[in-house]
């Protein structure tokens, strides 16, 4: 993997010509989104096709009658939606586009006998047909969800826009109806009945087909997700997740968020070799990997190539979230990308941990004072756990958690007691002389995953509301100082974003640049617990290991962020899973697992 540009991937050299071209789909897709809020006005607002902009309206599909404003009011958001899957190369927004302006130019030509208006559509499409080689993109990721909650925001955008097209034919109004009535007669429009409002002339047909062709268009959009070939959410095969093992079995102890790559709601690309592979995970149309490549680092530029085909054959944006320095050297010099420092990773070393000192003193008083409140501590590993204590141990950590859905993406297992996981170390915080709950003497749960052979990464912290403050520090210092009996030397602790900002800018001598992007930071932790985690982790004396995002043009950053605060769970827009049906979803594979082992033990 020599430096050199001959020796660079073509993603690399792809980067040093300049970028790609994308210019064609950027002006079709800005052209079906102009076209598109030109074809809803002319739908909508009766005065827009008397106004100035009339010249241009009559010539798009269908601005005058009932079943012309109707035809033009669907085009229109039609045309919409589509406009980012062009933005984005989409094939089938491609298709569909293709379908949809010959359609109108029919329209326009059989029903308002406008030559100008099917020319205009056709003119759309023609660059559509000479350029359909750049349309190549797969369709992303997607399950049977996708319908319910096309159902609910096209419903909420059809009621918003029915309530618009009811309420802007003042002049032809018959009485005065109330919002009640308004709502019930766009209601009744999405269902083509009729409701209470009423019009003079023909404007109650022109509503009437405008709500009419709303409510079948919500209707044709949640059908044609509900029924269409189901493409799932990125997961692991055991196929894929054996290579995996495999791979960290030999090479797991060059990076501590390796073991991170299993968990089960990421998806995999392969070297060519098979002796190294990327796991990510799609959000919001970012590719988004975590950590370092996994494998022999010789095959890195292999997995790292397979990883780019994939982000550019489904119109992806590709980004590298929490990569070592090596990591990031090797994504840059492979695929021309930039990096950026994100922050650092806390990690202890075994041998130099000690709880004397000053520097230690309030750790240490700490965890004397919780002692002293009748608080012992467990370290073992899963495997050495029995079946009741490690249930008992998962359903605690589900009910602890303090939001609805599991955070963590780059530094989190999203599991806790899988068979495949004996490695694993758990440990574990009781109080015998509390009064027996659900969960009898337990109160606290530290879960760390394999660091190669000797060392572990911290995975989730959960305690018991009602405990006593101090549980995590408690627990961190309780494996800290039984590590060697397990024969780790190196512990992982939280990642802390921005640690070099905070640290820098309260120090003396910090400049007002410094100080108010620490300021800004310290502000920003009030929701995402950015200086909180760098605190809590320097009380145990870390080295600091920085890490890095990896990304494509500065521009993409912003999404990139709100993708990775999606992959983490601090934003959802999915709707829910109910926490019953979560449970049992994640716990089938955990059974089927469990089922086979003790087959394995019988035998």
């Known amino acids: 993997m020599s430096g050199g540009v001959p020796n660079r991937s073509r993603w690399a050299r792809h980067a040093l010509r300049g970028p790609r071209p994308e210019a064609v789909p950027v002006l079709v897709a800005r052209a079906c989104a102009i076209v598109g809020l030109l074809d809803i006005a002319a739908g909508v607002f009766p005065r827009f096709r008397h106004s100035r902009m009339h010249t241009m309206a009559e010539v798009l599909p269908g601005a005058l009658g009932p079943f012309a404003a109707a035809l033009s009011l669907s085009t229109g958001v039609l045309l919409l939606l589509l406009a980012h899957g062009l933005r984005r190369r989409k094939r089938r927004a491609w298709r569909a586009a293709v379908a949809l302006l010959p359609a109108g130019a029919i329209a326009q030509f059989t029903y308002r006998h406008s030559p100008v208006g099917a020319l205009i559509s056709l003119a759309l499409l023609a660059p559509l047909l000479i350029h359909r080689d750049q349309f190549r993109a797969l369709p992303d990721p997607r399950s049977r969800w996708r319908a319910l909650a096309n159902f609910v925001l096209m419903g909420a955008g059809s009621l918003a826009l029915g309530l618009v097209i009811v309420s802007v034919h003042p002049k032809t109004l018959v009485g005065d109806p109330s919002l009640a009535d308004r709502i019930t007669h766009v209601l009744y429009g999405l269902f083509g009945f009729e409701g209470p409002v009423d019009y003079q002339g023909n404007t109650s047909w022109t509503v009437a087909f405008s709500l009419g062709a709303l409510g079948l268009l919500t209707a044709i959009t949640t059908i044609y997700l509900a029924f269409r070939p189901e493409h799932p959410a990125a997961q692991l095969t055991e196929d894929d997740e054996e290579r995996l093992r495999a791979l960290l079995d030999k090479h797991g102890g060059r990076d501590s968020l390796g073991h991170f790559a299993l968990r089960r709601d990421k998806a995999v690309v392969f070297s060519p070799s098979g002796k190294a592979a990327v796991t990510y995970r799609v959000v919001s149309g970012v590719m988004l990997a975590s950590g370092d490549p996994i494998g022999d680092v010789e095959a890195w530029p292999g997995a790292i190539e397979r990883f780019m085909d994939e982000a550019q054959a489904h119109s992806w944006t590709p980004a590298v979230m929490g990569c070592s320095e090596t990591g990031g050297e090797v994504w840059t010099r492979e695929t021309g990308l930039d990096a950026l420092e994100l922050g650092d990773e806390a990690v202890v070393d075994v041998a130099d941990f000690s709880l004397a000192g000053r520097a230690m003193r309030n750790v240490r008083q700490m965890v004397k004072r919780i002692e002293r409140a009748g608080y012992e501590t467990r370290v073992r590993r899963v495997r ?39 490695d694993c170390l758990i440990a574990t915080a009781h109080k015998a002389d509390a009064v027996p709950g659900e969960y009898g003497d337990l109160k606290a749960i530290l879960h760390f995953v394999p660091w ?5 990464s911290l995975d989730l912290m959960r305690r018991d509301r009602s405990a006593d403050p101090g549980m995590n520090e408690l627990l961190i210092v309780a494996a800290l100082q039984a590590a060697p009996k397990f024969d780790i030397a190196r512990v992982s602790l939280n990642f802390a974003m921005f640690r070099a900002a905070l640290a820098r800018g309260e120090k003396i001598g910090a400049g007002p640049v410094l100080r108010a992007w620490r300021g800004l930071l310290v502000f920003l932790s009030r929701w995402f617990q950015i200086e909180s985690l760098y605190k809590f982790n320097a009380k145990f004396q870390p080295r600091w290991e920085p890490r890095f995002v990896v990304y494509r043009a500065s521009g993409d950053l912003p999404r990139i962020g709100f993708a990775a605060m999606q992959a983490e769970g601090f934003v959802n827009l999915a709707l829910p899973v109910p926490r019953f049906l979560r449970r049992r979803r994640t716990s089938a594979r955990a059974c089927a697992h469990a089922v086979g082992e003790r087959d394995v033990r019988a035998a």
């Open 384 to 422: 050495d756990l029995g079946d009741a204590e490690l249930e008992r141990i998962r359903r605690a950590a589900d009910d602890w958690r303090g939001t609805d859905t599991e955070r963590g993406f780059s530094m989190a297992l999203g599991r806790i007691g899988d068979p495949t996981d004996g």
């Open 452 to 456: 190669g052979t000797d060392g572990v």
